[in-house]
């Protein structure tokens, strides 16, 4: 699953070149109908194909925070039982920030804490007060090795891809890419220390 924040199709446009399937989900509708097994590309803050979807104004994203949209209560429930890694995420976006820590706080409050699945964020550059906070909510911070940007960024990405592979080594059994998520997990890890 990949949530983004964009309105754009680029992502979508990505698969498309790549030959790669996919399903947008911005909407309740598309929540319900989103066929398994192929990834979902989750329009967090709507889509230029569905004017009504967008999250533009303050009073849109006033309303988006009560999280009872249909892809806030899907967010919540990846979220809850996924890894994730952020990517392009700012504290600046309130409705964001304040979802994660509402995250942070139902795993606090369930005594199941140790349990959650493990969370990290990319971030270009060191930031220490953004760091402290990610911490608190249980969100690790992997800081790229590259000066520039978008450099920095490829560079994470191709060293994980390149770490993950496309599936298990030879001789390795995996049940629903445990082997392939386990590996993706230590490489943020390694790269977050």
Do not use: C
């Not at 924040?5 to 498309?16: G, K, M, P, V």
């Not at 192929?38 to 988006?64: A, C, M, N, P």
């Not at 493990?118 to 906070?133: H, K």
């Not at 298990?168 to 790269?191: C, F, K, L, M, N």
Request: hydrophobic share 35%; charged share 25%.
């Amino acid at each position: 699953v990949i949530y983004t924040t964009n309105y754009d199709r680029n992502l979508e446009l990505a698969y498309e070149i790549y030959g790669r399937d996919y399903v947008k989900v911005a909407n309740a509708r598309d929540v319900a109908q989103a066929r398994q097994g192929v990834t979902h590309i989750v329009k967090f803050h709507g889509d230029f194909d569905e004017d009504s979807s967008l999250v533009l104004t303050e009073t849109d994203y006033l309303d988006r925070l009560s999280f009872n949209s249909p892809l806030d209560v899907r967010f919540r429930s990846d979220a809850l039982g996924s890894t994730i890694l952020f990517i392009g995420y700012s504290l600046s976006d309130p409705n964001i920030r304040l979802l994660l820590h509402r995250l942070w706080q139902t795993w606090h409050r369930s005594g199941y804490e140790k349990d959650r699945p493990p969370s990290f964020i990319f971030m270009t550059s060191r930031n220490p007060v953004e760091e402290a906070v990610l911490g608190r909510w249980g969100i690790s911070v992997v800081v790229g090795e590259i000066d520039e940007p978008q450099a920095a960024l490829v560079d994470f990405l191709s060293r994980l891809a390149e770490m993950v592979g496309d599936g298990a080594e030879p001789g390795e059994t995996t049940h629903e890419g445990t082997v392939v998520r386990q590996r993706a997990i230590e490489t943020v890890r390694s790269r977050g220390s």
